[in-house]
């Protein structure tokens, strides 16, 4: 695993008004070499938010990012960078996860009250490796395509924790 690459993830999307901030991992192969919050086509991230927010999924990715400007969403991942051959966050070596700058990021994003996880690893990595403490977190279903749990689901689950977040 040392010799593997040293991934960069990508830059938080989301406006300074954000209201709630979802976190990810560390982005797939298929997301990175986008440059691209969830692009592998197999997740069901895009999908959901295009059904609790009215926006086809495969919009084009600047109007995606707008709908979740408009619904107060920032999005982000807890790793800055790691070492990981594929996409699974199983095959992150662990010794060289490095944290996202929170502390800058909640400065920046002051109204960014509650944090969803997008699945344990989010959280657990959060939990180990993030100084800071958030009050209002809640852990969601991966959307990873990696994530058995059916669809509907998933959908269920984002629904509700969303609901109560507009």
Same mark, same amino acid.
């Not at 938080?12 to 692009?39: C, E, F, R, T």
């Not at 991942?77 to 996202?100: E, F, H, T």
């Not at 996880?117 to 800071?132: K, P, W």
């Given at each position: 695993? *040392? !010799?593997?690459?040293?991934?960069?993830?990508?830059?938080?999307?989301?406006?300074? $008004?954000?209201?709630?901030?979802?976190?990810?991992?560390?982005?797939?192969?298929? *997301? /990175?070499?986008?440059?691209?919050?969830?692009?592998?086509?197999?997740?069901? =991230?895009?999908?959901?938010?295009?059904?609790?927010? $009215?926006?086809? %999924? $495969?919009?084009?990715?600047?109007?995606?990012?707008?709908?979740?400007?408009?619904?107060?969403?920032?999005?982000? $991942?807890?790793?800055?960078?790691?070492?990981?051959?594929?996409? /699974? #966050?199983?095959?992150?070596?662990?010794?060289?996860? @490095?944290?996202? #700058?929170?502390?800058?990021? =909640?400065?920046?994003? %002051?109204?960014?009250?509650? @944090?969803?996880?997008?699945?344990?690893?989010?959280? !657990?990595?959060?939990?180990?490796? @993030?100084?800071?403490? @958030?009050?209002?977190?809640?852990?969601?279903?991966?959307?990873?395509?990696?994530?058995?749990? *059916?669809? %509907?689901?998933?959908?269920?689950?984002?629904?509700?924790?969303?609901?109560?977040?507009?």
């Amino acid at each position: 695993m *040392s !010799r593997s690459p040293l991934l960069e993830g990508l830059p938080p999307i989301g406006s300074p $008004d954000a209201k709630l901030v979802i976190l990810g991992n560390m982005p797939s192969v298929l *997301s /990175l070499a986008s440059g691209q919050y969830y692009g592998n086509p197999r997740n069901a =991230f895009w999908r959901i938010m295009g059904e609790l927010f $009215d926006c086809a %999924p $495969d919009a084009p990715y600047e109007q995606r990012i707008a709908m979740l400007d408009r619904h107060g969403i920032a999005v982000w $991942d807890v790793l800055k960078q790691c070492r990981r051959v594929g996409s /699974l #966050d199983s095959a992150i070596a662990p010794d060289s996860m @490095v944290a996202n #700058d929170f502390v800058s990021f =909640f400065a920046a994003h %002051p109204n960014a009250g509650r @944090v969803y996880f997008n699945g344990a690893a989010a959280e !657990r990595n959060f939990t180990r490796l @993030v100084t800071i403490t @958030v009050c209002d977190a809640v852990r969601l279903p991966s959307t990873s395509p990696a994530q058995t749990m *059916s669809y %509907p689901d998933k959908l269920s689950a984002w629904r509700a924790a969303l609901s109560g977040s507009r």
